[in-house]
């Protein structure tokens, strides 16, 4: 199975900053690596698929690159309603897999 | 809109079954996956089992393997997953999503509560 490690596992940031989260897989899969938000007692919702790619919707302050097996999701000005969780998924074979989570907090 | 819903979680005793619904609006379900995934409360999610859109591949989670099986019913827009053999480390909000593009999810339903307890 393929596995994602996410980092960190939280952080603290404010209102304006510029917020990076890591996903490290554990062997090559392309460019399917999938990052989703999720708030408490909410289902999660797909931000960004394919590595990049926005999905309608969503903000363009999200921005999602790829350096080989390191994948990277930015917020680029954190806004009131980003603080929540966020997760990557592999989608390149099955199982699918999801990271750990970060959780961003004030 | 498009919309899912989930019912049919409860408690069960350990060694019971259970089964899931999902109910899908607001597109033609035949032309999508379909996937279930499941959270512990507090903790982070774990992928279940997928089905494609006639029914005929399915794929689970090492898991759930032999335990679950995942079907749909397109012409009642009904994704479901029959759970056997349960156990305590299946307690879990199982939520059932859309297949978007290269096997990401989205939208995804509210979810159900399963709780496997004696």
């Excluded at chain 1, 708030?39 to 790619?53: H, V």
């Excluded at chain 1, 990271?99 to 004030?106: A, M, N, R, S």
């Excluded at chain 2, 019913?73 to 593009?101: F, I």
Aim: with cysteine; charged share 15%; net charge neutral.
């Amino acid at each position: 199975d393929i596995q994602l490690t996410q980092s960190p596992s939280s952080l603290s940031a404010s209102i304006g900053d510029r917020v990076t989260i890591a996903c490290r897989a554990s062997q090559s899969i392309s460019t399917y690596l999938n990052w989703y938000q999720q708030k408490p007692g909410i289902a999660p919702n797909l931000l960004i698929y394919e590595t990049s790619r926005l999905r309608s919707g969503v903000p363009s302050r999200f921005r999602g690159t790829r350096s080989g097996t390191e994948f990277t999701l930015t917020i680029s000005s954190l806004q009131p309603e980003d603080f929540a969780t966020y997760y990557c998924q592999q989608s390149y074979s099955s199982p699918l897999t999801f990271g750990g989570g970060t959780k961003v907090e004030i | 809109e498009v919309q899912l819903v989930e019912s049919g979680g409860g408690l069960v005793q350990p060694g019971g079954s259970l089964r899931l619904s999902c109910a899908a609006s607001g597109f033609t379900m035949s032309d999508y996956w379909m996937h279930w995934v499941r959270q512990v409360p507090g903790k982070g999610l774990v992928w279940v089992s997928r089905v494609n859109g006639d029914g005929m591949m399915t794929d689970y989670a090492d898991s759930v393997t032999g335990r679950f099986t995942i079907s749909r019913d397109n012409a009642k827009n009904t994704l479901y997953l029959q759970m056997n053999s349960l156990r305590a480390e299946d307690t879990a909000v199982y939520y059932c999503g859309r297949g978007y593009s290269s096997s990401s999810i989205a939208p995804w339903g509210q979810g159900t509560l399963v709780t496997v307890s004696s």
